[in-house]
């Protein structure tokens, strides 16, 4: 039997009529959710992220602003918007899309951004919080990737779960977060052996790897829940996964698609995690709770 598909952008558009009554509520207090997102280049696949995150904080009542900077801009510049951003009662959420030019130190301007505007979930506060089980903000693939999980009801406590990948957007704290549900859960990677004896173990496989069809049918375990998070393209330019999709759906029980998966889930939770931001700033000044930890 074919497994059941996860379909992303259908739980994305539920997860965002959810967010509007949250978002009036902010508004009847005067309050309307911001998000600064800043592009450094012109890399035509950031663009397009960029602007599909625009169009989804307007659909939802979300203010975006948008600064797209060109591509020779200074270390020093791009510090010095993301500090006024910091300092910006308006600006909920700061965004910056990666990958930036090579001349910037990304860690070191993700590290900037104040934790508490941090929604992409990428500062070493909120890593942190994330690792000892009570995170601030989830980083925002991986949140999306739980609750997929949730909505095809996962039984996660006492699973065996397999993350292929282990970069600091993705694989890390996915490893966190299915830990935190009571998953066992196990981190395979480039130089992982006898891969195939691992993830066949596995009753969840999270791919994050970033290859084309890395994982094949022989690879999963009969009735497995199977999360693809690759991003990569065909040689006619189509978008793919890590994930044999064809084949591994006819193993196993559920599974996720490249596109409409994982993509419109981790823009959604972008959304989620400026509306929570935003609804601090305003419980703030009463309770005196929130300031940065930075």
Same mark, same amino acid.
């Given at each position: 039997?074919?497994?059941?598909?996860?379909?992303? &952008?259908?739980?994305?558009? /539920?997860?965002?009529?959810?967010?509007?009554?949250? =978002?009036?509520?902010?508004?009847?207090?005067?309050? /309307?959710?911001?998000?600064?997102?800043? @592009?450094?280049?012109?890399?035509?696949?950031?663009?397009? %992220?960029?602007?599909? &995150?625009? &169009?989804?904080?307007?659909?939802?009542? =979300? #203010?975006?602003? %948008?600064?797209?900077?060109?591509?020779?801009?200074?270390?020093?510049? @791009?510090?010095?918007?993301? /500090?006024?951003? $910091?300092?910006?009662?308006?600006?909920?959420?700061?965004?910056?899309?990666?990958?930036?030019?090579?001349?910037?130190?990304?860690?070191?301007?993700?590290?900037?951004?104040?934790?508490?505007?941090?929604?992409?979930?990428?500062?070493?506060?909120?890593?942190?919080?994330?690792?000892?089980?009570?995170?601030? !903000?989830?980083?925002?693939?991986?949140?999306?990737?739980?609750?997929?999980?949730?909505?095809?009801?996962?039984?996660?406590?006492?699973?065996?779960?397999?993350?292929?990948?282990?970069?600091?957007? +993705?694989?890390?704290?996915?490893?966190?977060?299915?830990?935190?549900? $009571?998953?066992?859960?196990?981190?395979?990677?480039?130089?992982?052996?006898? @891969? +195939?004896?691992?993830?066949? /173990?596995?009753?969840?496989?999270?791919?994050?790897?970033?290859?084309? $069809?890395? +994982?094949?049918?022989?690879?999963?375990?009969?009735?497995?829940? +199977?999360?693809?998070?690759?991003?990569?393209? *065909?040689?006619?330019?189509?978008?793919?996964?890590?994930?044999? !999709?064809?084949?591994?759906?006819?193993?196993?029980?559920?599974?996720?698609?490249?596109?409409?998966?994982?993509?419109?889930? *981790?823009?959604?939770?972008?959304?989620?995690?400026?509306?929570?931001?935003?609804?601090?700033?305003?419980?703030?000044?009463?309770?005196?709770?929130?300031?940065?930890? #930075?």
């Amino acid at each position: 039997m074919a497994a059941t598909i996860i379909d992303g &952008k259908a739980l994305a558009a /539920q997860l965002r009529a959810e967010l509007k009554p949250r =978002i009036a509520a902010l508004a009847a207090r005067g309050k /309307q959710p911001g998000l600064a997102v800043i @592009l450094v280049g012109d890399d035509p696949a950031s663009a397009v %992220y960029v602007r599909n &995150k625009i &169009k989804a904080c307007e659909e939802v009542g =979300i #203010r975006s602003l %948008y600064d797209r900077l060109p591509a020779d801009t200074g270390e020093a510049t @791009l510090l010095a918007r993301v /500090q006024a951003l $910091n300092a910006d009662p308006a600006v909920h959420g700061i965004l910056i899309q990666l990958p930036l030019p090579a001349h910037l130190d990304a860690q070191r301007i993700l590290d900037t951004i104040a934790f508490d505007k941090d929604v992409d979930g990428l500062h070493p506060t909120n890593a942190g919080l994330t690792m000892m089980g009570r995170p601030h !903000f989830r980083s925002c693939t991986p949140y999306g990737v739980m609750k997929m999980l949730e909505s095809v009801g996962a039984k996660l406590e006492g699973s065996h779960a397999v993350v292929l990948g282990r970069s600091n957007m +993705v694989g890390k704290p996915m490893a966190m977060l299915l830990l935190a549900a $009571n998953a066992t859960v196990t981190i395979a990677h480039s130089r992982t052996r006898a @891969l +195939v004896s691992i993830t066949r /173990q596995a009753d969840v496989l999270v791919a994050a790897v970033g290859k084309r $069809n890395l +994982v094949t049918a022989d690879m999963v375990k009969p009735g497995a829940i +199977v999360i693809d998070v690759g991003t990569n393209r *065909t040689p006619a330019g189509k978008l793919a996964g890590d994930v044999d !999709f064809d084949a591994v759906k006819e193993v196993a029980g559920a599974i996720s698609p490249v596109p409409g998966g994982v993509g419109p889930m *981790t823009i959604t939770m972008l959304l989620v995690n400026t509306v929570q931001a935003a609804e601090r700033a305003v419980e703030r000044p009463a309770s005196g709770a929130g300031r940065s930890r #930075r």
